[in-house]
Nanobody, 118 residues
Framework: GQLVESGGGLVQPGGSLRLSCATS????????MSWYRQAPGKERELVAG????????NYADSVKGRFTISRDNVKNTVYLQMNSLKPEDTAVYYC????????????WGQGTQVTVSS
């Protein structure tokens, strides 16, 4: 499977960005999708996740109320809407796919840089 993130960039504090993760090569609606991030010198952390059908989501406490994860099972794409961005949100953001049944296959994207700075 392939995952390609896009939508990162430089934004001022308080601004918004929408990340996209386009997928191919696997049956999208059989995979739970998640966004992770990794800041320089820090471990990769889970930001948000969404169930295979999209009915259930979860968020890191640090982004609750500011970020929204969603998915389009026709376009095979997952999104992360990020509002009220803070400098501490600066990181490389990665998309991950995890098969919910069977072999539990896992795929990662290459990441997209998000920088929040004035």
């Amino acid at each position: 499977g392939q995952l390609v993130e896009s939508g990162g960039g430089l934004v001022q504090p308080g601004g918004s960005l929408r990340l996209s993760c386009a997928t191919s090569g696997f049956t999208f609606n059989r995979y739970r999708m998640s966004w992770y991030r990794q800041a320089p010198g820090k471990e990769r952390e889970l930001v948000a996740g969404i169930s295979s059908a999209g009915g259930s989501t979860n968020y890191a406490d640090s982004v609750k109320g500011r970020f929204t994860i969603s998915r389009d099972n026709v376009k095979n794409t997952v999104y992360l809407q990020m509002n009220s961005l803070k400098p501490e949100d600066t990181a490389v953001y990665y998309c991950k796919a995890l098969e919910v049944l069977g072999y539990k296959r896992e795929y990662w994207g290459q990441g997209t840089q998000v920088t929040v700075s004035s």
